[in-house]
Each structure stands twice: as C-alpha cells, then as structure tokens.
C-alpha cells in the first residue's frame, strides 16, 4: 500500500480542498472542476459572451503554476510536441462540449457524486463506457504517433499563458470579464483559489492523477495504482460533504445540474471516450501542459475553443437541461470521435516491439 | 530471446500497452524498454513488477532504458 499512499494522499487532498472550497464561496460541488473552470476563464477572456460564466478561475493558474514549479524542481519539464496535434485539439474541443453537456469534467462526476448528486451517477456510468470503448480502440492499436523533442521555446508558452492569466486575476483590468450574477459570480477568494489550486498541482504532478486513467488501467489491466486517487477523492469529497452539511442525495434540486439522464450519460461518454484516446482527462492535460508537453498544451486549447464554441453557439447544458443543439453537436462529437479512432487505426503509427540484432540496446533500435 | 520495446513519445498507456504485448510472448526472458518520461518508467516499472519481472532502469541521455528479466 506504500507505493500507492501519494496517490492516496493527492486524491484525498484534492477531495477535502474542493469541499472546502465550496465552503469558501465556490458553486456547489465545484470545488474543482477543470472543465467548468476552463470554460469560465474562456469566458473572462471575452472568448464567449455568457454572462453568468464568465471568472479566472484561479484554481486552474495555481494547480497549472504548481505543476510547472514542480516539473522544474524534479527536472521532469521536458518540451515536447509532434503527436497529432490537430486530432487532439479536436478530440479536446469534442470532449468538452460532452463536459458541459454533462456540466462537469471526470473529477467533478466523482464531486458531484460526492456531493449525493445522482445524476452523476448516470454521468459515471457513460464515463465507464466511454472509456471501455475508447480501450478497445487502443486493443486495436489506436495511437496519436510519437512526441519528439523540441525547442523549449515551445514549453514556455503555456506557462507564460497561465503567468498572464495570474497577472490578470491580481491586475483585475477592465477588459477581463466577470460575472455579477450565477455561478461565475460565485467563488472563494482568490488567494485561497490559488492556494488550493497551486497544492492540487504540485501533488497531480507528482502523483500523476487522472480519473479517467484510473478507471481506463483498472478495467484493461487491472492496475488500481490510479483508481484509489479516483475512489480517494470520493472518499474525502463525501466526509467533507457530510461533516459540512453540503450532502444532499437525490436527483433534483442539485447545483449546476441537470435530471435529463441521457444526455448525462452520453456527454460523459463522449467525455471518456475522447478522454482514453487523448491518454488522460483534462486534469492530466492541464498537468501535461504544464510539464512542457505542447500536446497537451494543444488540447487544452482544444478545450477552450471548445467550451466558446459550446456558449457561442447554445450546446451547452442549464439546470433545465440540454438545448437541442447541444444534443445535436454530442451526437456529431460521437460520430466524429469515432471516425478518427477508426480513422487512426487503419494508420497505424504506434511504437513496436522489436527483436533485438545485436547485443546491447544502443544503435539497435529503430525509432 | 530477447526482445526490445521502442516506447519514447508515446502517449499514456501506450508504453505499458506494449510492454505487456511483449511480455505475453512464449520464451521471452528478457525485454528491453524505451522511454523517455518518467511517468512511462513508474507506469511500466508498477505493471512489469505486477507481472513478476525484475526492473533495472539506466538513464541515457535524456532516455530511459528498462530492462525487464522474467524470475
């Protein structure tokens, strides 16, 4: 059990914090919430125009920040790209339209469930297929190909992103928008925001949290390492939930919610699913990015178009439930996620197992 | 035999995907693996041990090669 007690300790940090953070003023179970958060910090940026989302979320810039800081400090910051970036901003933009159909990323499910919120539940259920499915297409040899070494000009970027969104969350300039009404306009405050975000990063970084990949190792190879970060973060969210009283079960009446079960069920499918095929949730991603990896970098991106294009356009979900168009573009999320994966199959670019020519493994190797 | 596992670049859980193709082969004793993250190296390191291999790790470069010998 040693070996698993940093993924244990990060889960259950993670868990307390967001309970703690939603004392502090954040929306109900969303204390964390990647998604969500990058899609208020989409919307204070003036990428769309929703009034009531629309905050820099300084949980993202710590828990971003965190991990840099840690990534250098452990000279884990490597500058890498090169592995089907267009495909993965895409799968980004996709998954998030799931997400905020859904209105939470793979860690806010475990929150929101937390939180006695059953419609999580559901959305649970289309994470577990969305991952199986996505498993299956990596059994088929489904892979975005090789990152190689790159300039490290290319790592700072996002680190520099994340350093201008910090100077703007502290500068506050008029050009950065905030809500005055709804769930944008409700948050701890912004040092604790940072605070908590910036402990989340440096332990994800460390432990290599991710929700999906914990449910993804636990049902293709039986490797619980990550699932207990997952079942740790539950763990911590519901004793806080009920130490403080935020525990309500039930379906309806939860906060930022929604009771319409299929679409629940098939936004987080479309959120597991492009989550396997990216190799991590958005968590991850976020973490990724912040170590250099201009992949994930790109997905993140990905994420934030994708959380415009979702308010821009009236995809995204409300408490009454899913608008017709949001219903639509899941079900083109869907088609298209599976055609790339059938797409990439067919050309496979994966690595490969070798018989060795000559003793010793230098010189040998194809790459 | 010995076989060899080119994984450098490759996404989570590519690596430990194809450690555990290779692993699965008749005869095998002894696999080599390439990395070039330290995320691929506790990945593999946890499933190889898992299945009842010897991990050896050596850095090289900024690449990490994983020996992996049956017991």
Redesign the interface.
């Known amino acids: 059990m040693q070996?698993h007690a940093l993924i244990i300790l990060s889960g259950l940090t993670l868990g307390a914090l967001a309970v703690f953070l939603v004392l502090m003023g954040n929306p109900g179970n969303y204390g964390v919430c990647i998604a969500c958060m990058l899609r208020d910090i989409t919307g204070a940026l003036g990428l769309h125009r929703a009034p009531v989302v629309q905050y820099l979320r300084p949980e993202i810039i710590g828990l971003s920040l965190g991990a840099t800081l840690t990534a250098l400090a452990?000279r884990?910051f490597?500058t890498?790209g090169g592995?089907s970036p267009l495909i993965r901003f895409s799968l980004g933009f996709v998954g998030m339209i799931g997400m905020l159909v859904f209105l939470g990323c793979p860690v806010r499910t475990v929150l929101r469930l937390a939180g006695g919120d059953l419609n999580a539940g559901v959305g649970l259920v289309g994470l577990i297929i969305g991952i199986v499915t996505g498993t299956m297409f990596?059994?088929k040899g489904f892979?975005?190909?090789?990152?190689?070494?790159i300039s490290p000009a290319n790592g700072i970027i996002f680190p520099l992103f994340i350093l201008g969104l910090l100077a703007a969350a502290l500068i506050t300039p008029s050009f950065i928008f905030a809500s005055k009404t709804g769930p944008g306009s409700l948050h701890a405050p912004l040092f604790l925001s940072l605070g908590a975000g910036a402990v989340i990063g440096v332990l994800a970084q460390r432990s290599?949290l991710?929700m999906a990949?914990g449910i993804?190792?636990a049902i293709?190879?039986k490797?619980y390492?990550l699932l207990y970060g997952f079942l740790a973060v539950f763990i911590a969210a519901l004793a806080g939930n009920l130490l403080v009283g935020t525990f309500k079960l039930g379906f309806v009446g939860q906060p930022l919610a929604h009771t319409d079960g299929l679409w629940n069920f098939l936004g987080m499918l479309l959120a597991g699913l492009t989550a396997v095929l990216?190799?991590?949730c958005p968590l991850?991603q976020l973490v990724a990015a912040s170590e250099g990896n201009t992949?994930a970098a790109v997905t993140v991106l990905g994420l934030i178009a994708g959380a415009a294009f979702a308010h821009n356009f009236g995809l995204a979900a409300g408490p009454k439930g899913v608008p017709p168009a949001g219903q639509v573009a899941v079900i083109l999320g869907l088609l298209f996620t599976l055609g790339m994966g059938i797409a990439v199959c067919k050309f496979k670019v994966?690595?490969?197992?070798?018989?060795?020519k000559s003793r010793g493994?230098?010189g040998?190797?194809?790459? | 035999m010995k076989r060899v596992v080119d994984a450098r670049g490759l996404s989570c859980p590519e690596p430990v995907l194809l450690t555990r193709q290779a692993l699965q082969e008749q005869g095998i004793k002894e696999i080599t693996v390439l990395v070039d993250n330290k995320v691929a190296v506790e990945n593999v390191t946890r499933t190889a041990e898992s299945l009842g291999c010897q991990v050896l790790v050596t850095e090289q470069n900024s690449d990490f090669i994983l020996t992996l010998r049956m017991n």
């Open positions: 070996k452990t884990e490597r890498t592995s990596l059994k892979s975005l190909g090789r990152a190689t070494k290599r991710c990949g993804r190792d293709f190879f490797d390492h990216l190799g991590g991850r992949d994966g690595g490969e197992v070798k018989n060795e493994c230098q040998t190797v194809v790459s």
